[in-house]
C-alpha cells in the first residue's frame, strides 16, 4: 500500500528526513513511533501530498504520490495532529461538505455522513455546531472527516491527542475495527495503544528509521528483556560469582538493600532465567525473597532506540 524509497526532507539547511525506506502492506495497522522533532509529521505530509520531499520517491496503491496526486488523494484520508474544522458548521453540514469536496456524489453523500457519525460515536451531535463541541467531539469530527469518503488508507497524526481514558480506549476500539476495511499508519506518543491495536511498529529517530518489527519482536530483542531481579540473603560477592558460572548470564548488577543483596541480571539472548538463577541459589542454601522477570514493553524499546546517548 505505501513503499517509501530514500525520502530526504531539508529546511533551510536542517535535515528533517535522512534517506528513509519503509513499507506498509496493505491491511496492516502500523505505529509510526518517534521523539518530538524526529520527522514523523514530516513523513506524514509527504505521504498525504501536502509536501514534496527533497529528494526520493514514494507510492501509494501503486500510485506516485506527486506524479499521481489526484489518484492518491483519493485513495488517502490524512487527519493532521491539529484537525482544521470550520467552527462555524454544523458536524453534519460540515462532513457533507468535506464529502463533496473528495469526490462524493449524490444520495452517496448522505449515506456517507450517517456511516461516519455512527463509527465515530458522533449521532447525538451532528447536529450541533462544531465551535461548541469539546475538545475529544472535534477530534472525533476530524476522525469521520478523514474517513467520510471511504479511503483505502488511512493516515492519523496523533488521533487521541487531548482525549480523556474513556474516549482513547473508544478511539482505540475503532481504529481496530476501521483495520478491518482500511490500511493504518498511526502516529501516538501513547504507546501502550500501539502496542494493542498494531500489527507492526516504526520507530524514526533524527531522520532516520531504527526499526521496523512488530511489538512483540521489538521487546523481545531488547538488551533487558529478558532481565531477572533476585533478592537474596547472600554476600555480595559470592552471589555475583555465584551467578557468573551461568553460561547464559551476560551481565550482573548488586547492589545492597536493608541486609538483602538485591541482583540485576541480564541474559544473552533474552532468555528467562529464572529457573537456572533459583538453581544456583538453592545450591548454595541462600534464602531467597524475590525473584521476578522484567517484562520488556515497547516503552522500553523506545526509550532504547531514541535516548540521547545512543551511539
Known sequence: MIVAEDLVKRFAGVHALRGISFHVRKGEIVGFLGPNGAGKTTTMRILAGYMPPTSGRVRIAGFDVFSHSLDVRRRIGY?????????????????????????????????????????????????????????????????ADSMVHDPELL???????????NQIRQVRELIRSLGRRHTILLSTH??????????????????????????????????????????????????????????????????????????EIFSKRGEDLREAVHAAIA?????????????????????????????
Open 155 to 165: 493516515i492519523l497524526d496523533e488521533p487521541t491527542i487531548g482525549l480523556d481514558p
Open 79 to 143: 487527519m493532521p495532529e491539529v484537525v482544521p474544522l470550520y467552527p462555524e458548521l454544523r458536524v453534519r453540514e460540515f462532513l457533507a461538505y468535506r464529502a463533496q469536496l473528495k469526490g462524493v456524489r449524490g444520495t452517496a453523500v448522505r449515506q456517507r455522513v450517517s456511516e461516519v457519525c455512527e463509527l465515530c460515536g458522533l449521532e447525538d451531535v451532528a447536529g450541533k455546531i462544531i465551535g461548541t463541541l469539546s475538545k475529544g467531539f472535534r477530534q472525533r469530527v476530524g476522525l
Open 190 to 263: 501513547i504507546l501502550p495503544e500501539v502496542e494493542m491495536t498494531c500489527s507492526r511498529v516504526l520507530i524514526i529517530n533524527k531522520g532516520r528509521i531504527e526499526a521496523s518489527d512488530s511489538p512483540e519482536n521489538l521487546t523481545r530483542k531488547l538488551h533487558n528483556g529478558g532481565a531477572v531481579r533476585a533478592v537474596v540473603r547472600a554476600p555480595a560477592e559470592e552471589l555475583s560469582a555465584a551467578l557468573k558460572t551461568l553460561a547464559q548470564i551476560e551481565e550482573v548488577t548488586i547492589r545492597d538493600e536493608a541486609g538483602w543483596s538485591v541482583a
Open 283 to 311: 545450591a548454595k542454601g541462600w534464602p531467597l525473597r524475590e525473584l521476578t522477570r522484567h517484562r520488556a514493553t515497547l516503552e522500553d524499546v523506545f526509550v532504547e532506540l531514541t535516548h540521547e546517548d545512543r551511539t
